[in-house]
């Protein structure tokens, strides 16, 4: 099994999760949103699977390259 390690392209806030652990997603498919310089942000799958781990919430403050969520396949 796979691991994909979704990280953060800016540094911002989370807005909102849209996906919950377990919840199978296609590679593409956006898992939450981030909030930075008033533009919203879609965070992506990198590859189809399962939301294996979420490590943020809504509201968290998140820095570049910080870990948001896992996907394994």
Do not use: F, Y
Request: charged share 30%.
């Amino acid at each position: 099994m796979a691991r994909h390690e979704v990280e953060s392209e800016v540094t911002g806030n989370v807005w909102k999760v849209l996906l919950e652990v377990g919840a199978a997603v296609e590679e593409g498919d956006v898992i939450m949103i981030l909030e930075s310089m008033k533009m919203e942000i879609p965070v992506e799958a990198p590859a189809g699977g399962t939301v294996a781990e979420i490590c943020v919430a809504p509201e968290d403050q998140v820095e570049e390259d910080q870990l948001l969520a896992v996907v394994e396949d």
